[in-house]
């Protein structure tokens, strides 16, 4: 049974770094392609990033390309990313998601109940 | 951003039959799969409909998607209580090299 855990959230200051966590169960972690969406308090989702399964290709948001870094570790199924220079509307609730092709062609199939990050 | 657009709010009552627009570009709905999404406040998002018009198993099949060019739409049939929640549509956008969602519509059963 597939299950993504988010972690690594909380309130952090402008101009700040942050790195989240999503652990991945249930399925060959380093055979699909992985993203992160995210949802500002009230709001709609919004992609941010995808890596495929080997880490060879990401893809960034214009909103957040050159702050944020897509990664992930194979060896401990996880996902990353790492948020630099933060603001405050990067607040949000962050999900990893897994794409059921090795990229990105095929959407969203499990998503993880996501961690909020809150900057202020 | 939001690049596609649906509408904010749809209802029905028990039983109706509730459909959904989902509207793009030719960067984006024009030339990839369309993807729906069901929220319920506080959870997670979970996969409807996928490449357009596929049902993930254990999706009722009250639940279609359709796409004609850049326009897409979810159906529900038989609308029942539980379906009461929030729906985005998604699709790879070539020309942002990224995935872009749908404004998000709200479905009421009165």
Same mark, same amino acid.
């Given at each position: 049974?597939?299950?993504?855990?988010?972690?690594?959230?909380?309130?952090?200051?402008?101009?700040?770094?942050?790195?989240?966590?999503?652990?991945?169960?249930?399925?060959?972690?380093?055979?699909?392609?992985?993203?992160?969406?995210?949802?500002?308090?009230?709001?709609?989702?919004?992609?941010?990033?995808?890596?495929?399964?080997?880490?060879?290709?990401?893809?960034?948001?214009?909103?957040?390309?050159?702050?944020?870094?897509?990664?992930?570790?194979?060896?401990?199924?996880?996902?990353?990313?790492?948020?630099?220079?933060?603001?405050?509307?990067?607040?949000?609730?962050?999900?990893?998601?897994?794409?059921?092709?090795?990229?990105?062609?095929?959407?969203?199939?499990?998503?993880?109940?996501?961690?909020?990050?809150?900057?202020? | 951003?939001? +690049?596609?657009?649906?509408?904010?709010?749809?209802?029905?009552?028990?039983?109706?039959? +509730?459909?959904?627009?989902?509207?793009?570009?030719?960067?984006?709905?024009?030339?990839?799969?369309?993807?729906?999404?069901?929220?319920?406040?506080?959870?997670?998002?979970?996969?409807?409909?996928?490449?357009?018009?596929?049902?993930?198993?254990? +999706?009722?099949?009250?639940?279609?998607?359709?796409?004609?060019? $850049?326009?897409?739409?979810?159906?529900?049939?038989?609308?029942?209580?539980?379906?009461?929640?929030?729906?985005?549509?998604?699709?790879?956008?070539?020309?942002?090299?990224?995935?872009?969602?749908?404004?998000? $519509?709200?479905? $009421? +059963?009165?």
């Amino acid at each position: 049974q597939v299950h993504l855990v988010e972690s690594g959230g909380g309130v952090v200051q402008p101009g700040r770094s942050l790195r989240l966590s999503c652990a991945a169960y249930g399925f060959t972690f380093r055979s699909y392609g992985m993203h992160w969406v995210r949802q500002a308090p009230g709001k709609g989702l919004e992609w941010m990033a995808v890596i495929s399964y080997d880490g060879s290709n990401t893809y960034y948001a214009g909103s957040v390309k050159g702050r944020f870094t897509i990664s992930r570790d194979n060896s401990k199924d996880t996902l990353y990313l790492l948020m630099n220079s933060l603001r405050a509307e990067d607040t949000a609730v962050y999900h990893c998601a897994k794409d059921p092709s090795g990229y990105y062609y095929e959407g969203f199939d499990y998503w993880g109940q996501g961690t909020l990050v809150t900057v202020s | 951003q939001s +690049v596609l657009t649906q509408p904010p709010s749809a209802s029905g009552t028990p039983g109706q039959r +509730v459909t959904i627009s989902c509207s793009g570009s030719s960067s984006n709905i024009g030339s990839n799969y369309l993807y729906w999404y069901q929220q319920f406040p506080g959870t997670a998002p979970k996969l409807l409909i996928y490449r357009n018009n596929q049902r993930p198993s254990g +999706v009722p099949d009250r639940f279609s998607g359709s796409k004609s060019g $850049t326009s897409a739409s979810l159906a529900i049939s038989g609308l029942r209580s539980e379906d009461e929640a929030d729906y985005y549509c998604a699709a790879w956008d070539d020309s942002l090299s990224g995935y872009v969602f749908g404004t998000g $519509t709200k479905v $009421t +059963v009165l």
